[in-house]
């Protein structure tokens, strides 16, 4: 049983931080890339980054500068630093696994919610 449990969401004011985590189990965590995904009502679900296994990352340009993905294999986890949030960061936050080469191993958090608001 794969399984990816995210956490950190909340509420929080414009030009706060919040971080975002991941936990993944029922994978080998350090061979897959990970993701995180948002999408807010009405609107399509987006990449926001990713983190290879090598460390590379990539960043939606929307949030290029603001937010920083990094993972610690050690706790088969990910994290999504966001600072300098706004009111166009609100959305749902979804964490993703997906293998480089067994594309077919592609695995989905529940979502957690960041609400941005004064």
């Known amino acids: 049983q794969v399984q990816l449990v995210e956490s950190g969401g909340g509420l929080v004011q414009p030009g706060g931080s919040l971080r975002l985590s991941c936990a993944a189990s029922g994978i080998i965590f350090s061979d897959y890339v990970m993701k995180w995904y948002r999408q807010a009502p009405g609107k399509q679900r987006e990449l926001v980054a990713a983190i290879t296994p090598g460390s590379t990352t990539n960043y939606a340009d929307s949030v290029k500068g603001r937010f920083t993905i990094s993972r610690d294999n050690a706790k088969n986890t990910v994290y999504l630093q966001m600072n300098s949030l706004n009111t166009e960061d609100a959305a749902v936050y979804y964490c993703?696994?997906?293998?480089?080469?067994?594309?077919?191993?592609?695995?989905w958090g529940q979502g957690t919610q960041v609400t941005v608001s004064s």
């Open positions: 993703n696994a997906l293998h480089p080469f067994y594309t077919n191993r592609n695995y």
